[in-house]
């Protein structure tokens, strides 16, 4: 079974702070992707990725920057945070077919 | 940008009924499309995909592809209480491997 982690699995900061979200991907995937989920509105992409180095935008990237450092690391950073960006985020790889998710990153924006 | 709708927003059915998901999508040049079962505090994880018009089966799941009306349905036959989840219907976008997803249907199935 492929395998993804993410951490942080929650965070907590306030308006203006830095976060970093790390994941990993032991499944040898090219493309990997980060998204956030609120409710009505499913997933979202922010950022993708297919290979190190490599940075494609996504959706609502707004607020975001993010780094595929290697082909097993993909890290979202938020710069300066704001309560908008409180949301659950995921992870996923994929190789050619399906996605495989993370559990997840909760992170609270006071 | 592609668009995905999703119908239901939620659904209660008793155990053993057949349940149906429906997905509309914006752009008929789209690649694959696929469903993800979520479980709540899980990630997505992936059910069946489809390709082409027509239809797929695997196991209890059945889906069918229509893209002239730009319609993707899911039906599960002999529901269980342990398919209790939301669906999410996810559509390629156009071969770069970016997938649009719809905001889901939240399905409940009662013993």
């Known amino acids: 079974e492929a395998a993804v982690t993410q951490s942080p699995r929650n965070k907590v900061t306030v308006t203006g702070g830095n976060v970093t979200l790390s994941c990993r991907q032991t499944n040898s995937h090219n493309y990997m992707y980060w998204y956030r989920q609120d409710t009505g509105h499913g997933l979202r992409l922010i950022h993708y990725s297919y290979g190190a180095g490599n940075l494609q935008i996504g959706d609502v990237p707004d607020g975001y920057k993010a780094t595929r450092t290697t082909q097993e690391d993909f890290f979202l950073l938020l710069e300066l945070a704001s309560p908008s960006q409180t949301s659950l985020y995921f992870c996923?790889?994929?190789?050619?077919?399906?996605?495989?998710f993370g559990p997840g990153t909760r992170l609270t924006v006071l | 940008q592609e668009k995905v709708q999703q119908s239901p927003e939620s659904l209660i059915v008793p155990e053993g009924a057949m349940v149906s998901l429906n997905c509309s999508f914006s752009?008929?040049?789209?690649?694959s499309i696929w469903w993800y079962q979520q479980h709540p505090g899980k990630g997505p994880k992936a059910l069946i995909s489809i390709f082409s018009n027509g239809n797929k089966k695997e196991g209890r799941l059945t889906v069918y592809l229509n893209r002239a009306s730009l319609h993707v349905s899911l039906h599960i036959k002999d529901s269980q209480p342990s398919d209790s989840a939301v669906y999410l219907c996810a559509v390629e976008d156009t071969g770069n491997y970016k997938y649009v997803f719809g905001a889901g249907t939240r399905l409940k199935v009662i013993a």
């Open positions: 752009d008929s040049a789209s690649q």
């Open positions: 996923a790889s994929s190789g050619q077919y399906e996605q495989y």
